[in-house]
């Protein structure tokens, strides 16, 4: 445990200090201005405004850009070939997928077919089966049975 009344005597640390150095103070040479005459002293010019104030100031002609060249005309021959292109793609596009409509089409209705016929076979099967193990039933040959008054007699 420390106790708090612990006696010790200071130690000395060196301590440097930095003092900043200062910089020489930047002289900035001004840049003499020299006066540039234009080639051409402007017009003056007046204009009236609506209100009939009258500014007087000179005209100052703005620098058009430079002519674009014309691009030449595309051809029709161009034009309708990439028409063309553009059609034959789409129609393309299409065949694929009304192909894939049929095939999926022409699958359904033979999952649909092959389902009719297990039902139909199997209704059928059902028929057969019950109707062999059942001998029950009356057995009658047609060629010797005469008919009176819409009663039968064998």
């Not at 000179?58 to 595309?74: E, F, G, L, S, T």
Request: with cysteine; hydrophobic share 50%; aromatic share 6%.
């Amino acid at each position: 445990m420390c106790s708090e009344h612990t006696h010790h005597a200071p130690v000395a640390r060196a301590v440097e200090v930095h003092q900043p150095t200062p910089l020489p103070p930047a002289v900035a040479m001004p840049t003499p201005v020299v006066p540039v005459q234009p080639h051409a002293v402007p017009a003056v010019a007046s204009v009236v405004l609506p209100d009939g104030r009258i500014v007087t100031g000179y005209a100052i002609d703005h620098p058009q850009p430079a002519p674009v060249a014309a691009k030449p005309p595309v051809s029709r021959t161009a034009v309708n070939v990439a028409l063309g292109g553009v059609g034959f793609l789409a129609v393309c596009g299409g065949l694929i997928l009304l192909t894939s409509f049929i095939a999926a089409l022409t699958a359904f209705i033979t999952q649909l077919i092959t389902l009719a016929a297990v039902i139909f076979g199997g209704w059928i099967a059902v028929q057969v089966f019950t109707a062999s193990g059942h001998q029950g039933g009356t057995t009658v040959n047609i060629r010797k049975a005469t008919f009176k008054r819409n009663h039968f007699h064998g």
